[in-house]
């Protein structure tokens, strides 16, 4: 199986999850294999370290007659919401076929589960579990997944602190603290005004585990680029093969060319962050030395002449001469006397 830990623990990486969701459903086994596969091809491609499926049973997530969701309605899916988990749900015989394939192609394979059967058929298979967000008050799932020992990302959409609490709780007390929590809104697609990412630090903060952000807005970049300049050390983004196809999923999900450059802009994104020190780095030090203003003379001087501001010296940009005292002694070169003779444009240093 493809080593990820080390990956996924790195801070100075930002682990990226290309979420596939239900975008590959077309119609039999056979006809979903081969779009499900094209889904790994892309994430590998646009440089993805984890792809993403979902792994349920719709009987173990709503009740009969559930009707239809508003949201999907608006969007013109009109069908129960039962029907559209029945048709969406994918055969467990799928899991090795793709985690296989996913291992060949040196790419992450993960699959959330909504219970526990399908945790027990994906957990062979997968380095890291997640817990989707309206699934973060499913008690019995969440000690399932934590007695794995395997690391959790538990999405936040929809969460109050307390329902959070108590699922970094819950796991923790199943002896499992190795939790990524990720910021999400619930809602497809996010407007980018309901996004919250500023809460990212905060809830580093308060729970000191490391904070992601599962990405639901249609824009590639404004995001999950935020997000890693908020602290985000795992972004998950909705893709596709093409937004046209029927599914809920296709609509908010990224093409692959948007997904490749979501990819790359973090990858830039994530160099720019730097090590939180505020110093001169080696890409300054030629410029420093050239352009930052220094004392220097503005004609020759004397050795035993005094030295005055506006006579003899000015504080001026050295270029390629001898630097000078820093600016900041100024007043303390003011009206001592020049130790040695010094040339016009040189730096000043010796004086008593």
Known sequence: MHDTTKKFENKNHVFVIAEAGSNWKCGSFGEDLKPAKKLIDVAVRCGADAVKFQTYKPETIYVENAGASKYLSDHGITQSINDIFKHLSMPYEMIPELAKYSQQHNITFMS????????????????????????????????????????????????????????????????????????????????????????????????????????????????????????????????????????????????????????????????????????????????????????QATRDICEGEVLQEGINFDVLRPGNRIRGTEPRFLNQVNGRKATKNIKRGDGIHDYA
Request: net charge negative; with cysteine; aromatic share 8%.
């Open 112 to 295: 959330t589960p909504f219970s526990i059967q399908d945790a027990k058929e994906v957990n062979p298979y997968v380095q890291i579990h997640k817990i989707a967000s309206f699934e973060i008050n499913h008690v019995r799932l969440v000690e399932y997944l934590a007695r794995t020992n395997k690391p959790l990302l538990i999405s936040t959409g929809a969460s109050t602190y307390a329902e959070i609490d108590f699922a970094v709780k819950l796991a923790q007390e199943n002896k499992n603290n190795k939790i990524t929590l990720l910021q999400c809104t619930s809602k497809y697609p996010c407007p980018i005004e309901a996004l919250n990412l500023s809460v990212i630090p905060q809830m580093e903060k308060k729970y000191h585990l490391p904070i992601g952000f599962s990405d639901h807005s249609t824009d590639p970049l404004i995001a999950p680029l935020l997000a890693v300049g908020f602290g985000a050390t795992c972004i998950e983004k909705h893709f596709t093969l093409d937004r046209n196809l029927p599914g809920p999923d296709h609509p908010f999900a990224l093409i692959p060319e948007e997904l490749e450059l979501m990819v790359k802009s973090i990858r830039s994104a994530e160099k720019a962050i730097g090590n939180g020190k505020k110093e001169i780095l080696e890409v300054e030090s030629e410029l420093r030395q050239f352009a930052t203003r220094s004392i």
